[in-house]
């Protein structure tokens, strides 16, 4: 039974107020998570409540703070925490509205998680272990961001991640450490070239791009300059975050002062395809762009994977209308885009249902907080995207991946080429 429930306001990467809960349960046991935020955020996401004002630029949390508080409590106070399922259906009507927006998504989030938490440490056993069930479970790929771009990095690229995957490695650690040199590849390159200019929101290169080829022509190189066969061993996966320069099949690309409908978007990145190592591609279409989402995936899903992020909203009924159009086949799966624990997964079960790939991801807006490291393994996902290379909210996801395929010895199963559902794979 839950014991006691306490919301405090603690702050994330960017230096923004976030909502921490701690929950400690009658036999002692004490779970804790904080709540992530997005920057390019999706329309159908729950609401993350913020104060307004002009406070900390309008994003202060006494609100979502209180919530927890004040109202969530109270009504989960004595209640039989075992059921998360139970729990977060509880959360889900105490709010009362379909986004979230009376008691805030970021309040609910923080809440179901470190009630997961709290059950996993009650039960003696990690949480990826709780979750799996005993179920087989696999060690996800990384998808790594090496540069930043779009609404990370005041649109310096139009792209907003550009990332790799290092899917013929043998172990979630030789993936990392196969990354870790081709990071380094590619800060030389830039520096030799007056190219980095620091450091975008998730860590990775601040790029001085002429262009999004450029961009990809030197993640190119650094993956051959690092030692690695392009598409054989590593690959590029894109999140073009489309949403952030377009809607309504309208796309205006920053660098080039080009505006593009939607057939032109879907060729440019088709000629990117054609001439890069790309395996991934994330939003590449607006998410209104229904159409172009299943004109994308029919010329280019049989060949790479096309993610929904803003499209889908890691919203189980739009996995499954995704996966009856043939408009996408993965599904980027955020917590906090769902509302809870529960809601998250059955977005990943549709998913895997589909047979799409399935990625647990972070936001833009992290913290210390490792709970998607025990999700991306405990719900066998395949895949983990957490951002770059360097910054310790973003380290400490991978460092926690690294414990947990230590903790299985020989028994752990990477998921490399596995983690992939499009039929090239
Ligand atoms: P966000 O970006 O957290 O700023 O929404 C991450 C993503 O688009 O995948
Ligand atoms: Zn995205």
Not at 28 to 39: E, H, S, T
Not at 332 to 359: D, H, M, S, W, Y
Request: proline share 4%; with cysteine; aromatic share 6%.
């Amino acid at each position: 039974r839950i014991a006691q429930l306490h919301g405090r306001r603690v702050w994330d990467s960017r230096g923004r107020p976030t909502v921490e809960v701690e929950v400690r349960l009658e036999d002692g046991a004490i779970g804790r998570a904080i709540a992530p935020a997005g920057a390019s955020t999706g329309q159908g996401e729950v609401l993350d409540l913020r104060d307004g004002g002009s406070r900390f630029g309008g994003l202060d949390v006494h609100r979502a703070v209180g919530s927890v508080n004040d109202e969530i409590a109270p009504a989960l106070l004595a209640l039989d925490a075992t059921d998360q399922e139970v729990v977060d259906r509880l959360l889900v009507d105490l709010d009362g509205t379909p986004d979230r927006s009376r008691l805030g998504g970021n309040a609910i989030v923080a809440t179901s998680m470190a009630i997961l938490h709290a059950i996993a440490k009650s039960a003696g056993v990690p949480l990826w272990q709780h979750l799996s069930g005993g179920r087989p479970v696999r060690i996800p790929l990384p998808e790594i961001q090496i540069f930043g771009g779009g609404a990370h990095a005041d649109r310096r690229v139009d792209v907003q991640d550009f990332m790799v995957v290092c899917p013929a490695a043998g172990s979630f650690s030789e993936a990392l450490d196969w990354t870790a040199e081709i990071y380094l590849a590619a800060g030389s390159l830039m520096r030799r070239a007056g190219k980095a200019q620091g450091v975008a929101d998730e860590g990775g290169f601040w790029p001085a791009f002429d262009s999004n080829e450029e961009a990809l022509e030197t993640l190119t190189r650094a993956i051959e300059t690092a030692g690695f066969a392009p598409a054989a061993q590593v690959g590029i996966s894109l999140d073009v975050a489309a949403s952030q320069f377009g809607s309504g099949g309208r796309y205006t690309l920053a660098l080039d002062d080009r505006t593009l409908d939607t057939a032109a978007l879907v060729d440019m990145l088709g000629g990117w395809i054609e001439q890069y190592p790309i395996l991934s591609v994330e939003d590449p279409v607006g998410e209104d762009d229904h159409e172009g989402m299943v004109e994308f995936t029919s010329r280019y899903g049989h060949r790479c994977q096309v993610i929904g992020d803003d499209y889908l909203v890691t919203n189980a009924k739009r996995v499954e209308a995704a996966a009856t159009d043939g408009a996408a086949n993965a599904v980027l799966v955020k917590p906090n885009q769902a509302g809870t624990v529960t809601e998250a997964f059955q977005a990943l079960r549709a998913g895997k249902e589909a047979g799409f790939g399935t990625i647990v991801s972070a936001r833009s807006g992290e913290s210390e907080d490792v709970t998607i490291a025990h999700l991306s393994v405990g719900w066998d996902a395949g895949q983990l995207k957490v951002g770059s290379f360097t910054r310790s909210e973003r380290m400490a996801k991978w460092n926690e991946v690294l414990r947990i395929e230590e903790s299985l010895g020989d028994s752990a199963e990477f998921s490399g080429w596995s983690a992939f559902t499009f039929p090239g794979s």
